[in-house]
């Protein structure tokens, strides 16, 4: 048997070493395959490709050639592919599937990759899905299902490796080379009292390397974190990254065992959050994937546009009440841009990164006061530079000495303006419990604009006029 | 010995559940006995804290406590703070510890963590560092920073479980537990060839529930992904998230075994990638830390702020060229900014995803012009949106009817340049093999300024003049 590994390779076969990524070459041929209705050819091309590389293939082909590839690839289809799909693809590939082959697909699934593939289904399809399931698969997804959507519940699996925790090395080893069946993956053994509260973790490794007459709680863990099933999956994915964690139990309301969270699926959080927070900070819908159609996509920017276009409206009325001023010195309308430009600038330069500190939990009530005057001093000191910067350019450009001073100090209120409200704002909004990675952007640019228009124009009439 | 275990919480004592930062309450206590110079109180509180707890409270301190905590805590400082502070605070924690705390300390660590410590520190205090080590373990991490500084052979430990891929699971579990000494963490044994190739990764949990005459080549893992030493960290994190790998085997120049790279490794890197792609967007500097100075923070934003002003100065410069119009008709001042805002979004929010989607590898050659053509729709039907919008406020605003078609009209080509400028930059930088995240954003927003403003303007001087 032992040709079974011989074929392993480096890399999978058909994926170029640098990036991972299919090679042109071998989509065409892939292609090629599914024009000339060639099953066989097909199976052959696609069996050493992961089921996540499946995955990323059909994302990338147009909707016509993926659902052929997905009909003539037939039977072989795997729930795994499914798992691995593009959220927003997957009720498309799922209403091409034939219904023996979705269902033997999804069988072969654990219960949490079940739990994840329906949740964002639609009834008639979650249905068909569960009714595919055997009946315990089926009651322990309907039970995850009915913990709330980011919720440790949903995040778990059931299946947990436990020992009572006084047993000893030698107990515990025979239980499991006893054991009729073990899960796929697992790290530790959680030691329970009688009344399966978890009590501590000791690794497989751990457990090798003692002898048979040592007990369990005596080679635990030193670091060990228990959730809740109601907690949310961030506090979750932050404390494994944090306390770098391996796995982790889960208890109910009365702290009884019923589950283990795995660093792959913290990985996967994590993995989430961070997409959603660089999202979000652009202004671009949740669910934005490079598979949504034009509308989806399109809605979901033009929330943010909408919001953008209240402010710059806005801002267009302070201009309108300098609009006298503008008339008798046209270059003030020139170099206000200028202003505001360098203004929103430096607001999103704070405003990010008040936001990942809030999300990495490193600004506190602690350290608040002083990360506010840091930023205002950052603000400030660039706003020398780059007011006095500027102030030296428009003396050269236009000539008019107090206009560069003028300039010199609208810049330097913008900055720190703009220095305040990117630490403030997103501070304010994470204190009322929103998001502030979400809604920090409108507000920090209303704030440079009006405050860059307002401090450029009003001097430049009090001074100039 | 099983009050050891009685002791564990749920969660780290001093820690509140719901978000896992120390109350202000913990702090003030702690900063008391710090005034005090109360050391037994001290380690009584910090006792129950895990290391990145404490790194993270020394981060939140002003640099006058953190010194005097510090060195009140003594010789209790262990290397695992060190580990988990942030970089730029090391050097600094690391000239106030007394050299043999330092040298205990350190020693503490496995090899992996003292090369991540000492890869940043000046020269003095790496020698010092590593003169603390042992000979064996200062030329393992004399070793690892031989390689390049992301690289593969940077992230993996060199403690490897290895077995011979003629071995039975009988023969890997006598071996196991007899070794003398095995790693902290290990979640597979890696199978070799006689010239020490990697083969094939068995977990231990396949081992433990395997029968003793199995060959350990039926049992090896589905999917097995080497690395090479010199492999880009990015690389190793992708493969990770991407296949769903828990440990990996990492090899040299002749394909030969020298080391293991961990799931938690990888999740660091993932971890520090996203980090660096969100400040990057922003045009932040990438050591952005809250531990920083306020020279260093306003230095890390000014070289974007600088380029933003180049950007800026080029818009004013087209503007200039309508002068002459704005004189006429000062309207055209007031509104010509919410034509470049609404194009700076838009490009934003195409450029964000474009960068997301090749960090992800979503965007390849293959999808890459329906992809193109898709952000372009999605931007001209909000170009007519917004622009029909806008256009209705102008008419009522100022009522020109020609006004309110100029800047609908200007609006549609801003926001159709936005999408094509937000797509097919970052597109081509990382076809030239410049990090998107780091260089788009200028590129782009001078794309929006520009066209914004020759669009309005331009069309205004030639319809409304």
């Known amino acids: ?108 699934l654990e219960s949490d990759d079940v739990v994840d593939l329906v949740e964002d289904l639609d009834e008639p399809q979650q249905e068909a899905i569960l009714d595919a399931l055997e009946d315990a698969d089926r009651v322990a997804v309907e039970q995850a299902l009915s913990y709330p959507e980011t919720s440790a519940g949903r995040l778990m699996q059931r299946e947990v490796v436990v020992a009572p925790d006084h047993w000893t090395v030698g107990e515990a080893i025979d239980y499991l080379r006893s054991a009729e069946e073990l899960p796929e993956q697992f790290y530790h053994v959680v030691l329970v009292d009688p009344r399966m509260h978890p009590k501590g973790n000791v690794t497989l490794g751990k457990l090798m390397s003692s002898r048979r007459s040592v007990k369990l709680t005596d080679i635990v863990e030193d670091v060990f974190q228990v959730f ?28 009884r065992l019923v589950g283990v969270i795995t660093i792959d699926d913290a990985m996967t959080v994590l993995d989430e959050e961070h997409e959603e927070d660089i999202l979000r900070l652009a202004g671009v819908g949740e669910e934005a994937s490079l598979t949504d159609t034009i509308y989806e996509a399109a809605k979901g920017r033009a929330l943010w546009l909408f919001v953008n276009l209240l402010t710059a409206i806005l801002a267009s009325l ?16 020139v170099l206000m841009p200028i202003v505001a430009s360098m203004g929103g600038n430096a607001g999103t330069q704070t405003m990010t990164v008040t936001v990942r500190a809030l999300a990495t939990r490193d600004l506190t009530a602690q350290n608040a006061a002083r990360v506010v005057l840091r930023e205002v001093s950052v603000g400030a000191l660039n706003g020398v530079i780059f007011g006095g910067l500027m102030a030296l350019v428009v003396a050269v450009w236009f000539g008019v000495p107090m206009l560069a001073a003028v300039i010199a100090l609208a810049m330097l209120g913008t900055q720190v303006a703009a220095a305040l409200g990117g630490i403030v704002i997103p501070m304010a909004l994470d204190r009322a419990g929103i998001d502030p990675a979400l809604a920090s952007g409108p507000f920090v640019t209303t704030v440079t604009d009006v405050v860059g228009f307002f401090a450029f124009l009003g001097l430049a009439a009090s001074v100039l006029m």
């Open 1 to 108: 048997m032992s040709d079974q590994i011989d074929h392993i390779e480096t890399h999978p076969e058909g994926l170029s070493e640098s990036d991972y990524t299919l090679s042109r070459r071998d989509i065409a041929a892939i292609l090629y395959a599914v024009d000339a209705q060639d099953q066989a050819k097909l199976l052959e091309l696609m069996e050493p490709l992961h089921a996540a590389d499946i995955a990323d293939l059909l994302e990338q082909l147009n909707p016509y050639d993926r659902r052929r590839m997905v009909t003539l690839y037939g039977r072989e289809f795997d729930g795994d592919i499914l798992s691995e799909l593009d959220e927003g693809l997957r009720e498309d590939i799922i209403g091409v599937l034939h219904p023996d082959v979705l269902a033997e697909a999804v069988r072969e």
């Open 228 to 255: 809740r099933v109601l907690q949310d999956e961030a506090d979750v994915a932050y404390a494994f990254n944090q306390y770098h964690l391996i796995s982790a139990p889960v208890v109910d309301e009365d702290d």
């Open 318 to 333: 302070v201009i309108d009440l300098f609009a006298e001023t503008i008339n008798q010195m046209v270059a003030l309308a």
